[in-house]
């Protein structure tokens, strides 16, 4: 599943991975309902709406809801 608005983004549950289909491939994992990635200690979410608008995400495990 690949996704391409922020609002889409903002509907994946906690838990959720997915990668900016950008020229760097970077993964980023949902968690409280904010982005992260794994080698930086703050949010990722500016990084993460601005690349997914401009270039798309792709799904690579969808999270479960708690």
């Known amino acids: 599943m690949s996704v391409t608005t922020i609002r889409e983004l903002d509907g994946l549950p906690d838990g959720s991975v997915i990668e900016l289909l950008d020229k760097r491939g970077s993964i980023r994992f949902k968690r409280s309902g904010h982005?992260?990635?794994a080698d930086k200690s703050r949010t990722q979410n500016v990084y993460?709406?601005?690349?997914?608008?401009?270039?798309?995400?792709?799904?690579?495990?969808?999270g479960t809801e708690k």
């Not at 993460?48 to 969808?62: K, L």
């Open 35 to 37: 982005w992260h990635a």
């Open 48 to 62: 993460t709406y601005v690349n997914t608008r401009r270039w798309g995400a792709r799904v690579v495990e969808r």
